[in-house]
């Protein structure tokens, strides 16, 4: 898991549209994150993380490559 908690760097709100199904995934995965390591729950560092963690691919495919 990124850190993403502590360091917040420069963020901007948005509004995405989930399933349902994904957006209850997300939230529990933050309330567990909360549970283990302490603060608030954030869907928002869920997915903060999980884009780090995909970053090369996702900024491939922002390429054009596959």
């Known amino acids: 898991m990124t850190d993403t908690t502590t360091d917040k760097g420069d963020r901007v709100t948005s509004s995405v549209n989930f399933e349902r199904r994904d957006l209850a995934l997300l ?6 994150r909360a549970t283990l390591y302490g603060g ?11 884009v780090e963690q ?13």
């Not at 939230?27 to 567990?32: G, H, L």
């Not at 608030?40 to 999980?50: C, E, F, N, T």
């Not at 995909?54 to 596959?66: D, I, K, P, Q």
Request: proline residues 3%; glycine residues 6%.
């Open 54 to 66: 995909h970053r090369a691919e996702l900024e491939s495919e922002a390429r054009g490559g596959t």
């Open 27 to 32: 939230r529990r995965v933050a309330v567990e």
């Open 40 to 50: 608030r729950p954030s869907v928002s560092d869920v997915i903060a993380d999980l």
